[in-house]
């Protein structure tokens, strides 16, 4: 299992979780939906106390990932393949443009 701490400015605004069945998961931290019930990520996935499922990477965190030469780029320098979405996103999207970024949170054994 793979997490990420998705982050809006400098606040904590969840927790994007892949499992090992390959599933995604994103749960908004509570102290955020309660203090800005009205800040959503994305129109898609507006703020809730409820996590969202998908059997792939949502969107949004898809939309944040390198495309075309930039893609290539870190794909062969973190040696990371391509379809290996939560690998990039978790590799590649610390520093965002935008308001938006994930930090990687360790693997606990």
């Known amino acids: 299992m793979r997490q990420a701490a998705i982050y809006y400015k400098d606040l904590l605004a969840g927790t994007l979780t892949e499992t090992d069945e390959g599933e995604y998961t994103f749960l908004y931290n509570t102290e955020y939906s309660e203090k800005y019930p009205n800040q959503f ?40 393949n391509q379809n290996d979405r939560m690998g990039l996103l978790l590799a590649c999207c610390q520093n965002c443009i935008g308001a938006v970024s994930v930090q990687p949170i360790p693997q606990t054994k």
């Open 41 to 80: 990520l994305t129109f898609s996935m507006p703020v809730s106390d409820k996590p969202y499922t998908d059997k792939r990477l949502f969107p949004f965190f898809e939309g944040v990932i390198p495309e075309g030469w930039l893609l290539d780029i870190a794909s062969k320098n973190w040696k990371i």
